[in-house]
């Protein structure tokens, strides 16, 4: 049973690598990196504080975002809230969200991973060790990947992330597809590490400013 379960995750995947007719794809520039992807596809422009963020909307219905930054969400699954049913009558329903709570007869004999939503595979993109994650059902779950160190300057890491939560089946085989034409390449961006290391510096003169006149106010009252 369970090398038969393994094949067709191997067929799935496999499916899922299926190329798209180059005519009905285009490249997609986001300056520090491009991807191809359906013709249909579209970029929203947002705003990062200190990352490099954006979205792209794949239809009406769902949208997959990037963040390229210090901070980027690993895609980290924690381990579902699982309790023992007999609590249920001692649980705070104003404190807790019971419905994302999994209630088991025995909580000591069972395995979180039963209850995760997403697989996770390791590949290479773009000659980076990438983690891809992908729903076990599809319809619920993350379809994304992951890179953890996409530029190294001493100790400063910039991450990368892509991703989109609860997408149709149709549309998670297209990202799949699709976050695998990612190409890399370093760019200089207002909203990355220079960025924030500006504003850090003028927040602190700032503050310097501020305790030098309040400094000299007090001191002229006492005067």
Same mark, same amino acid.
């Given at each position: ?14 499916? +899922?690598?299926? %190329?798209? =007719?180059?005519?009905?794809t ?9 991807? !191809?992807t359906?013709?249909?596809w579209?970029?929203?422009? !947002? ?7 954006g979205?792209?909307? #794949?239809? /009406?219905?769902?949208t997959i975002?990037?963040?390229?930054g ?6 980290? !699954? ?23 709570? #999994?209630?088991? *007869?025995n909580?000591?004999?069972? /395995? =979180?991973? %039963?209850?995760?939503?997403?697989n996770?595979l390791? /590949?290479? #993109? /773009?000659?980076?060790?990438? *983690?891809?994650?992908?729903?076990? *059902?599809?319809?619920?779950? $993350? ?17 990368f992330?892509?991703?989109? !939560?609860?997408?149709t ?6 990202? &799949?597809?699709?976050?695998?034409t &990612? *190409?890399?390449?370093?760019? %200089?961006?207002?909203? $990355?590490?220079?960025?924030?290391? @500006?504003?850090?510096t003028?927040?602190? +003169? $700032? @503050?310097?400013?501020l305790? #030098?006149?309040y400094? +000299?106010?007090?001191?002229?009252i006492?005067?």
């Amino acid at each position: 049973m369970k090398k038969f379960l393994n094949a067709i995750i191997v067929i799935g995947l496999t499916a +899922c690598n299926q %190329t798209i =007719p180059k005519g009905d794809t285009k490249t997609m520039d986001f300056g520090s990196f491009t991807i !191809e992807t359906p013709q249909s596809w579209t970029a929203i422009k !947002e705003h990062g504080m200190d990352s490099y963020v954006g979205s792209i909307a #794949i239809d /009406d219905k769902d949208t997959i975002g990037f963040d390229l930054g210090w901070y980027s969400n690993r895609l980290y !699954e924690y381990d579902p809230t699982i309790l023992d049913s007999s609590m249920m009558a001692n649980i705070d329903t104003s404190m807790i969200d019971t419905s994302e709570v #999994i209630f088991v *007869k025995n909580r000591m004999k069972v /395995d =979180p991973d %039963t209850y995760r939503k997403n697989n996770v595979l390791w /590949d290479t #993109i /773009d000659g980076r060790k990438a *983690k891809i994650v992908y729903p076990r *059902k599809s319809g619920i779950g $993350t379809t994304g990947v992951y890179i953890d160190s996409l530029w190294v300057s001493g100790s400063d890491v910039d991450r990368f992330n892509l991703y989109g !939560e609860n997408l149709t089946p149709d549309n998670e085989k297209k990202v &799949l597809q699709a976050l695998r034409t &990612l *190409k890399f390449r370093k760019k %200089t961006l207002p909203t $990355t590490k220079a960025f924030a290391k @500006a504003w850090l510096t003028s927040r602190i +003169c $700032t @503050a310097v400013i501020l305790i #030098i006149f309040y400094s +000299c106010r007090t001191l002229s009252i006492w005067q």
